[in-house]
């Protein structure tokens, strides 16, 4: 039973435009979300992250979007650019629980081209 | 090194032999996982240790997975009698404190059991 969901398997960008990369999640428990970013052969590393009490965190190119009563949380890259090219894993912790416990989706890979 | 450093890289291992995956976490942090990947999905939650206590080992999918961090630093995850579907890339993240709000990964050992 996944708790956060990924439903697409990748998307494709052209350079220069907006990358929205989605995420749903079932548990409305949770209440910190972050975005990891993975290249081949690496491991993750962390890209942003909002926490339930705020709806939006922006950090450069880079704005998540938390919208809590459609258990639903988005990525935006503006502009894109090929060097974000990678696949993309949304996270969520519960911090009164298991606040230790990054539970994962399955991720989306994202092709920004030239 | 700064980051998180795991090792080997790569591990091919004969069905029915036993391996020991290592972790160096980032020095000073408190707070060490290890999560499982496999392919096409997301990293799933193995083990946590908050320096040398394992506080939840819940994630470890039989008796055959055992991991140990005795000194509150470097870690290993054992795997006995590896069997095919134990075939995956194993992630180490360690975090500051106990909000693992910021986890760091290491890149990984991709493990294959032949």
């Known amino acids: 039973d996944q708790q956060v969901k990924q439903n697409s398997p990748s998307l494709s960008v052209q350079e220069g435009r907006i990358s929205i990369l989605n995420c749903d999640y079932t548990?409305?428990?949770?209440?910190?979300f972050l975005w990891y970013k993975k290249y081949p052969a690496e491991g993750p590393t962390f890209l942003i992250s909002i926490s339930s009490i705020k709806d939006k965190n922006e950090d450069g190119r880079f704005t998540v979007f938390l919208n809590k009563s459609a258990k639903h949380l988005s990525l935006h890259i503006v502009p894109s650019q090929p060097g974000d090219s990678a696949v993309y894993f949304c996270a969520a912790i519960l911090l009164g629980g298991s606040n230790y416990k990054l539970t994962f989706g399955k991720g989306t890979l994202l092709t920004v081209n030239p | 090194g700064a980051g998180v450093s795991q090792s080997p890289r790569y591990k091919v291992a004969k069905r029915g032999q036993d391996v020991a995956l290592r972790c160096d976490p980032i020095s000073g942090h408190v707070s060490l996982f290890w999560y499982q990947q496999a392919l096409g999905q997301g990293p799933e939650f193995l083990t946590y240790?908050?320096?040398?206590?394992?506080?939840?080992k819940s994630g470890l999918p039989s008796d055959r997975f055992f991991a140990e961090r005795p000194e509150g630093s470097v870690s290993t995850l054992k795997i006995q009698r590896t069997q095919q579907e134990d075939s995956a890339v194993y992630l180490c993240?360690?975090?500051?404190?106990?909000?693992?709000?910021?986890?760091?990964f290491g890149q990984g050992t991709r493990l294959t059991v032949v």
């Open positions: 240790f908050q320096n040398e206590a394992q506080l939840d």
């Open positions: 993240a360690s975090s500051l404190d106990s909000m693992n709000t910021e986890a760091f």
């Open positions: 548990n409305s428990m949770f209440d910190y």
